[in-house]
């Protein structure tokens, strides 16, 4: 009989965020297969879990490794499968020896956690019912200038990874292309110094301009072309508001008016609402 091959999902920043499921399958398999070893070893280690590494599979490797990994299996053990952060396969190795496994009629069980994308999009303040998942950048900065004109017209919020080393770089072709599009960097999430940038691509790129030098994994969220809405400047908003709040209209009303209406993250409506903050 066959074994199992899990696909278990790890931490993306913070160790606490693991799940007792997770936990429990890597105490029970016969193998680990890491993207890192050394990364792995951390979290293992944090929860007591003494199961062996089988070896490594990282990008490049996976073509040369997949075929002991299938007969490991076919012979009976059950091997876990993890990358360095989050959830294997998105963004991550793994898809090669996923699709052997299925050809090889070997039960493939994903063990759900936590994935950079997911929780970027649910703390965005962006339109959270329909979007696309772009995976990480293209390096090259005409490819990605190719990818942001096609995204125009793209009604879905687009989530994307990006490189800190690249992301100024790619928040200047937004500015270029899409100058009043909300967008939303995600930066080191779930970490000690977890943040959320959000505004038009223009005041976004200029922020990190500022800051010059970015560190941590970012995640780069792009507003849907449909939910797209021009700005109000101040003087628009404050004749809005003015209006508003003569009608009787409450502060939450006026919040719930400022997102849904006009497209305005959910910090910045409060603000105004609630603080008088415009």
Known sequence: MSGRLFVVSLPIGNLSDITLRAIET?????????????????????????????SSLYEGAEDARVAGVV???????????????????????????????VAAAIQVIPVPGPTAAMAALVGSGLASDRFV???????????RQELVRALKREP????????PHRL?????????????????????????????????????AATFSARGEVLGECVLL????????EPMDKAQREALLTIAREEGMSKKGIERLLTTAFGMPKNRAYEIAHRGKG
């Open 168 to 204: 100024q770089e790619t928040l200047d072709i937004l500015a270029a292309e899409l100058p009043k599009r909300m967008i939303v960097v995600a930066r080191e999430l779930t970490k000690l110094h977890e943040e959320f940038v959000r505004g038009p691509a223009e005041d976004v």
């Open 156 to 163: 879905r919020t687009t989530i994307a990874y990006e490189s």
């Open 222 to 229: 792009i507003q849907g072309e449909g939910d797209a809405t």
């Open 71 to 101: 007969d490991l299996l076919r012979s009976g053990r059950d091997v876990a499968l993890v990358s360095d952060a989050g959830t294997p396969l998105v963004s991550d190795p793994g898809f090669p020896l996923v699709r052997a496994a």
């Open 26 to 54: 890597l105490r029970s398999v016969d193998f680990i297969l890491a993207e890192d070893t050394r990364t792995s070893r951390r979290v293992l280690d944090r929860y007591e879990i003494q199961t062996p590494f089988y």
């Open 133 to 143: 998942f772009e995976g990480s950048l293209p390096r090259k900065k005409g490819h």
